[in-house]
Nanobody, 124 residues
Framework: QVQLVESGGGLVQAGGSLRLSCAAS????????MGWFRQAPGKEREFVAT????????YYADSVKGRFTISRDNAKNTVYLQMSSLKPEDTAVYYC?????????????????WGQGTQVTVSS
């Protein structure tokens, strides 16, 4: 059974930074494509970033490109999301997701496993 546990969320002022972590257990982590999504109140869950199994390919939503960086440590079964220059509109619950795939995925339906989410709140 694959389990994903996010951590690192919190309250930060606009312009600040946070690093989210997602620790995976079960499965073969190095074969997972990993993704980060977010969901703001009253809105649909949206794609943020994704990374291939070996970390060689990444892709970002336009709204976070240049501010967020996704990375992974396969020895630690962990994926990270470094968030900088945060804006109030980045406020959301952030979810980690995983799927076995040879190609990165940018839609929620492309992932099989999800974490419980971690709240990120950016104050103005």
């Amino acid at each position: 059974q694959v389990q994903l546990v996010e951590s690192g969320g919190g309250l930060v002022q606009a312009g600040g930074s946070l690093r989210l972590s997602c620790a995976a257990s079960g499965g073969t982590f190095g074969r997972f494509v990993m993704g980060w999504f977010r969901q703001a109140p009253g809105k649909e869950r949206e794609f943020v970033a994704t990374i291939s199994g070996r970390g060689g390919t990444t892709y970002y939503a336009d709204s976070v490109k240049g501010r967020f960086t996704i990375s992974r440590d396969n020895a630690k079964n962990t994926v990270y999301l470094q968030m900088s220059s945060l804006k109030p509109e980045d406020t959301a619950v952030y979810y980690c997701a995983a799927t076995y795939s040879d190609s990165i995925r940018v839609v929620t339906s492309g992932y099989d496993y999800w974490g419980q989410g971690t709240q990120v709140t950016v104050s103005s």
